[in-house]
Structures are given as structure tokens and as C-alpha cells.
Nanobody, 124 residues
Framework: QVQLVESGGGLVQAGGSLRLNCAASGPTFSGYIMGWFRQAPGKEREFVAGVRWSGGSTYYAEAVKGRFAISRDNAENPVYLQMNSLKPEDTAVYYC?????????????????WGQGTQVTVSS
């Protein structure tokens, strides 16, 4: 059973940076896709970035491309999200997720495991 716990959220001014961490317990992640999603009040959960554990290929939503970077590390902290040049519209609860799919998926319904989320607030 995979358990994911996010940390690193907080309040930051526009133009600032934050790094989100995803700590995990469970099996090895060698066969997993790891993703970050976000959900703003009144909006649907949306894909932010994903990384294929084996090989390290990545994929980003257009809204964050060039500003955010996803990376993978060891089994205990499998994925990070470095967020730079933050904008007020990046304000949301950010979730770490995992799936055994072969390729990076952008639909939340295709992810099997979720963390509880961490709040990111960007002030203007």
C-alpha cells in the first residue's frame, strides 16, 4: 500500500519560489508514474507535472512550463516540485499522486494513490 505525504507549501509573494516534497511509504516506485496536481477553490483538480520513475521523463501543463520543475529522488522522497516565478493564479492545494500506468497521465482519475495536499498561496 502506497502512502503519500506532501510538505513544503506556504505563503509566498508573487515572483517567489517554493519547493514541494512528497514523502512516501510503500513499495519501490520503479514502475510508477508520479504526478503533481492542484485544486483551487471552486475549480476542478488539474494536472501540473508528472515524471516517469524509470527513465525520468517529464511532462508539464502549459501553465507551468518553464517555471516549475519536477524531479525524483530516492524511495522515501520520490518526487519534488520546484516552483519558481510564482503567480497569484498558482494559488491552490497541491497534491502528490502515483499510478502504475506506463506513460504519464494528466487525468486525476488515472492515479491510484493520493496525498492529503499542501496549501500554496501566492500573494500579489
Amino acid at each position: 500500500q502506497v502512502q503519500l505525504v506532501e510538505s513544503g507549501g506556504g505563503l509566498v509573494q508573487a515572483g517567489g519560489s517554493l519547493r514541494l516534497n512528497c514523502a512516501a511509504s510503500g513499495p519501490t516506485f520503479s514502475g510508477y508514474i508520479m504526478g503533481w496536481f492542484r485544486q483551487a477553490p471552486g475549480k476542478e483538480r488539474e494536472f501540473v507535472a508528472g515524471v516517469r520513475w524509470s527513465g525520468g521523463s517529464t511532462y508539464y501543463a502549459e501553465a507551468v512550463k518553464g517555471r516549475f520543475a519536477i524531479s525524483r529522488d530516492n524511495a522515501e522522497n520520490p518526487v519534488y516540485l520546484q516552483m519558481n516565478s510564482l503567480k497569484p493564479e498558482d494559488t491552490a492545494v497541491y497534491y502528490c499522486a502515483a499510478t502504475r500506468q506506463i506513460t504519464i497521465r494528466i487525468s486525476p482519475g488515472e492515479y491510484d494513490y493520493w496525498g492529503q495536499g499542501t496549501q500554496v498561496t501566492v500573494s500579489s
